[in-house]
């Protein structure tokens, strides 16, 4: 699948709206996206929103809001628009509706009468036979007037598509041939009962009439692609080129889904993020993420693993997608997070806090861009910005608030008979009477300060650190003072020393 040399790419991206984007459609977008912007294509959003029992309320919003997240942007869809829309399938009923009326007609589908509990019947008699249910084709076959009157009647009636009993090739790009003997195709319905079609027919019929030229998707699909051929030539749409992606398993080799994370809960563990609002929440960067999604199932054949989304567009070729199964590495995910947060510049470490920080409901979302740049500066070397958030929560806190854990105090303070507070007696005076309270000001402050005494820079810094954290753990002493500023500081620090018989 060589995007370059093809006029008019039109890729498309169809999540259901059945709940946060999951990380395996993530990398599909991306794919898409990739290939798209390196055609000088288009990438459509198409919201696959026909089966009303799975619609999960709001889950469209979610689905955009992570996708933007991402930096994924589409040419046509929800919010864009396009000539090629509606983009929601629930708005192109009557679209399917013609369609599954020329098919009827054309004698290529049919009504089928069968009640839920006689299927449910004919499956049951079928379970011993190999290959399970395959769905027989009734003979004679009901009427479209008999189908009619049995939705009028309030009966089941859905539309089967008669498949034509070949065996149906795939040609894929990233696996080849692949061929689906006749046998194991039935008749699949294509319109349910409440007049909703299924999800093959509608995609079917939209990436044709939306004019889509590669379909990349998982490999979980690969079972559906049949049929959909079988559709197109029934329809007599041209087949998109499609290449089905790797599937995504957890390093254990079970596949990775959703319900990892109901089982950790069952199981009294922390949930695995699963979805991208999970990592997202969790605090790992989204130019982490891509980068790590896309070389699940990709690389260029060289050791390289770092691509900004930029380089990703240069470098990615659908010809090295890979055939066998992706393994997610959430150590190496964790290992390009930390990366990317000691490269990228303050001001998007910044941005990217504020974001955790709505996300979470975090009160770090309070500081303005120049502290939160500050902050993502100073604590560059964590693992995700949960250890940021941790690390800076002193800040967040009122200065009469703050807490005291009561081993940091006894080791660092108390012990040598309240060694650590003569440290902060001594310092008081010196740090009031410093007067620039830059972070390379206090740093030289602290080095003299250490000189003078001839002890290590751990002795003067751990006593201020508990003082004005209550904890042992925040940034370097110099940044913990410049960020929290000379008033709060001096402030904890009388307060420390005065409650010393009451801590
Ligand atoms: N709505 C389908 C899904 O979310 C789309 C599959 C496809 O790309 O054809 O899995």
């Not at 192109?92 to 013609?98: A, G, K, Q, S």
């Not at 309030?154 to 790009?173: C, E, N, Q, S, Y």
């Not at 130019?287 to 690389?299: D, K, M, R, T, Y």
Request: negative net charge.
């Amino acid at each position: 699948m060589s995007a370059s040399s093809q006029q008019n790419v039109r890729v498309r991206f169809a999540p259901s709206p059945t709940g946060y984007l999951h990380v395996g459609g993530a990398r599909t977008v991306l794919f898409n996206w990739l290939l798209a912007r390196q055609a000088g294509g288009k990438l459509v959003l198409r919201i696959e929103d026909t089966d009303q029992n799975r619609h999960v309320e709001d889950s469209v919003s979610k689905i955009l809001d992570d996708l933007r997240w991402l930096g994924m942007t589409w040419d046509e869809g929800p919010e864009a628009g396009g000539d090629f829309g509606p983009y929601f399938q629930s708005q192109r009923l009557e679209i399917y509706n013609r369609y599954a009326q020329k098919l009827l007609e054309a004698g290529k589908a049919y009504y089928a009468l069968e009640t839920p509990e006689e299927l449910a019947a004919m499956r049951e008699a079928s379970r011993t036979r190999t290959g399970g249910f395959r769905y027989p084709r009734p003979s004679p076959l009901p009427t479209i007037e008999q189908g009619l009157a049995a939705l009028k009647a309030g009966r089941p009636a859905v539309v089967r598509f008669m498949m034509p009993g070949r065996d149906i090739v795939v040609r894929d790009d990233i696996l080849g041939e692949v061929t689906m003997p006749a046998d194991q195709l039935e008749d699949f319905v294509i319109v349910k009962s409440d007049g909703y079609p299924t999800y093959h027919f509608a995609c079917v019929i939209d990436d044709a009439l939306m004019e889509i030229t590669h379909v990349l998707r998982g490999q979980e699909h690969l079972m559906n692609t049949p049929r959909h051929v079988a559709l197109q030539e029934a329809m007599a749409f041209p087949t998109p080129r499609y290449a089905h992606l790797p599937v995504i398993f957890n390093m254990d080799g079970t596949k990775m889904s959703k319900r990892d994370k109901e089982k950790a809960l069952r199981e009294g563990r922390v949930p695995p993020e699963i979805e991208v609002h999970d990592f997202r929440a969790s605090g790992y960067l989204p130019e982490a993420l891509i980068n790590f999604l896309a070389l699940l199932g990709w690389s260029a054949g060289d050791d390289r693993e770092r691509y900004t989304l930029e380089e990703l567009v240069e470098a990615f070729r659908v010809e090295r997608i890979g055939r066998t199964n992706a393994k997610f590495d959430r150590e190496k995910l964790l290992a390009f997070n930390t990366q990317w947060g000691q490269t990228l510049p303050a001001e998007r470490l910044g941005a990217a806090l504020r974001d955790y920080a709505e996300v979470n409901g975090s009160p770090m979302a309070e500081a303005d861009d120049a502290l939160l740049a500050r902050i993502g500066e100073a604590c560059r070397g964590f693992r995700t910005l949960r250890d940021v958030e941790n690390k800076v929560a002193f800040l967040f806190d009122a200065d009469e608030a703050i807490e005291f854990d009561p081993k940091a105090v006894k080791k660092v303070l108390e012990k040598n008979e309240g060694e650590g507070y003569r440290v902060l007696e001594a310092l008081l005076p010196e740090l009031e009477a410093l007067g620039d309270w830059s972070a390379a000001s206090v740093e030289r402050f602290m080095e003299e300060v250490c000189r003078k005494r001839d002890v290590q820079l751990g002795k003067v810094a751990q006593p201020v650190r508990v003082a004005v954290t209550g904890t042992t753990i925040s940034p370097s002493i110099h940044d913990t003072l410049a960020l929290l500023g000379r008033e709060r500081t001096l402030k904890r620090l009388r307060r420390c020393i005065a409650e010393r018989q009451t801590i």
